[in-house]
């Protein structure tokens, strides 16, 4: 099935917590977490904030659409672009969601249901027509969409927890490591483990290390851990992403001079950006 070698990420959204679109975010983009991995034929999609809306616009003429969505965790900044989804009302599509994050507790299917539910949201999930399958993984499995593509997944440090992801296809590799916190001595060992040799490691870069103890305990981690992680494991190029809803255009281009500076390739992510292992 994944037989061409094609392979990349386009961000569709990189902002946590709070969609911020304005006049001050319009280079770096205002929509929460949402990316597209593309593995030779087969697609992978990896969390559902608000720019999935657009996501599925742009997937509607690729009908019928067989897909795995994985979630890193189901904070409502990361699930709320799921309902307007626009590939998950054609019947001919397959559509296949998964999370690491809730067992024994919970379900995926569950929390998606209670998401859309009176009187929080107008309709049910049963008007979506696309053949949609549920499932729940325990984190640090390997999965395996399809033949010749492999997820590796590792827990984060996150309220209610979270599931960083490491995708592998054709030799290399894409790791998505958010929404996390970093500890306050050493380096977190899953995270060094997952990303080890990676060539691009999307990182929770929500705060710069001047802010973060006023945030500490919040679940989130700064670009400056990121370089620091990339360092430790040997991995290749570290993203920023994630970024504060009021982290403005200024604000984040700033940041990515000082990243640059600091270790030369640094990318800050940006909505609509294209990225090649």
Not at 26 to 39: F, I, M, P, W
Not at 130 to 137: K, L, M
Not at 191 to 212: H, K, N, P, Q
Not at 241 to 256: K, L, T, V, Y
Request: proline letters at 6%; hydrophobic letters at 35%.
């Amino acid at each position: 099935m994944a037989d061409r070698k094609e392979f990349y990420v386009r961000f569709w959204g990189v902002r946590g917590s709070l969609a911020c679109p304005g006049a001050g975010t319009v280079r770096y983009g205002g929509n929460t977490s949402c990316l597209e991995v593309r593995c030779g034929d087969y697609l992978l999609i990896f969390d559902a904030g608000t720019g999935m809306r657009r996501l599925g616009e742009h997937l509607m003429a690729d009908a019928p659409l067989d897909t795995h969505i994985y979630f890193t965790h189901s904070h409502f900044d990361h699930i709320c672009g799921l309902p307007f989804f626009a590939p998950l009302f054609v019947p001919e599509n397959r559509i296949q969601m998964a999370a690491g994050h809730l067992l024994p507790e919970y379900t995926l299917e569950k929390v998606l249901c209670e998401m859309m539910i009176a009187p929080l949201f107008p309709i049910p999930p049963d008007v979506f027509q696309a053949d949609i399958t549920y499932s729940d993984f325990n984190v640090g499995q390997t999965l395996e969409p399809c033949p010749g593509l492999a997820v590796r997944t590792g827990p984060l440090n996150h309220p209610n927890r979270a599931t960083g992801y490491r995708v592998e296809f054709d030799g290399k590799s894409i790791c998505y490591i958010t929404d996390t916190e970093h500890p306050e001595n050493g380096r977190d060992e899953a995270i060094v483990d997952l990303i080890r040799g990676a060539d691009l490691v999307i990182y929770d870069s929500m705060f710069t290390d001047d802010e973060y103890p006023k945030y500490k305990g919040f679940g989130h981690s700064t670009w400056q851990e990121g370089l620091r992680l990339v360092e430790a494991a040997q991995a290749k190029t570290l993203v920023i992403f994630h970024h504060d809803p009021g982290h403005d255009d200024e604000f984040m281009d700033g940041i990515a001079k000082e990243a640059e500076a600091l270790r030369s390739g640094t990318i800050v992510a940006k909505e609509g950006m294209t990225l090649s292992p």
